[in-house]
């Protein structure tokens, strides 16, 4: 009898079962250097699915002069199934992006703001109040006409130019985006300074002001290694929706000491040995990540790939 790895031993109070927001397409490849083509992104979202994923970032609708790696989103929505039960959400930063998203035939968008001025000014391009009300605006214009949508907060733990974040003013532009129509809020730890304590109060205080939990995923960043145990916090409080990216591909372009986003395999790996089940097969995403590193010319930031790909027997999900 064959061993299969890890062993799994379940916690208590723990979800049983979460769901995964893969952003390597999309938030992941808008950090890279290398802008990859329509065919290979397009590649990389059919590898990602059959791995199981079942929310997969598929690009965005913003000024390709500031991200040229997301030109041609509409390219790659044209090469997808969007009546397939996988979400593929894009990012739509105002009423015109919205526009030429559901011109491209979208049916998940998302919108995003931030808790801060500081990053307000150098990512969104006006003052805080502005670009707030300019997402909200989005998201009241998109849930009214049908579509699905998810709403971002960044800076959240923590901002580079202001330092600490106050807990109920992330609670209270989480309460505006759901009030603006979107279903879900990730949280963003967008320069990756989280620790498990911070986020613990920061969910604790979101919770307090009526945000429900069920409603929250958490974003996190691994610039300080603390990806993993910040998840962790939050599943003990009960969270059941986290994003994460291929290979630990990704950061944040506007954002200069922000590192990766956590690593989909590494995430898988953790979750895995708690018990708690995904419908994703770690295999497949290990080695889509490898592929990746491939298409981008270098090596990528987690060690999970070539540690589940080496070992035998695999163990599948």
């Not at 997402?135 to 998810?150: D, I, M, Q, S």
Request: glycine residues 10%; proline residues 5%.
């Amino acid at each position: 009898m064959t061993a299969v790895l890890p062993q799994r031993v379940p916690q208590p109070d723990l979800p049983s079962r979460v769901s995964i927001c893969e952003v390597s397409a999309r938030d992941g490849l808008q950090a890279e250097s290398r802008t990859l083509p329509v065919s290979v992104r397009l590649e990389l979202i059919r590898r990602l699915a059959e791995a199981g994923l079942t929310c997969i970032e598929a690009g965005s609708f913003v000024s390709t002069r500031a991200v040229p790696q997301m030109a041609d989103t509409r390219s790659v929505l044209a090469g997808l199934d969007l009546s397939a039960e996988a979400a593929y959400p894009v990012l739509v930063p105002n009423q015109r992006g919205l526009k030429d998203a559901v011109a491209a035939g979208a049916v998940d968008v998302s919108v995003f703001i931030s808790v801060t001025e500081s990053f307000s000014q150098a990512n969104l391009g006006g003052c805080l109040s502005e670009t707030t009300e300019r997402g909200l605006e989005t998201a009241r214009t998109a849930a009214a006409a049908g579509l699905r949508v998810r709403g971002y907060l960044s800076m959240v733990f923590g901002d580079p130019w202001e330092g600490a974040v106050e807990p109920e003013r992330v609670a209270a532009a989480a309460r505006d985006l759901l009030d603006a129509g979107c279903t879900s809020v990730s949280l963003g730890d967008t320069i990756g300074t989280a620790t498990p304590g911070h986020v613990s109060l920061v969910l604790e205080t979101s919770v307090r002001a009526g945000v429900p939990i069920e409603a929250i995923a958490l974003h996190t960043h691994n610039t300080f290694g603390q990806a993993l145990a910040n998840v962790y916090a939050a599943l003990q409080l009960g969270v059941r929706q986290f994003d994460s990216s291929a290979g630990g591909v990704g950061g944040c372009p506007f954002a200069g000491s922000a590192t990766g986003n956590l690593a989909t395999e590494d995430l898988l790996w953790m979750l895995d040995g708690l018990g708690i089940s995904t419908g994703v097969d770690i295999d497949a995403v290990a080695a889509t990540s490898r592929w990746l590193s491939e298409q981008l010319g270098r090596e990528l930031s987690s060690a999970t790939p070539a540690a589940v790909l080496g070992r035998q027997p695999a163990a599948r999900r």
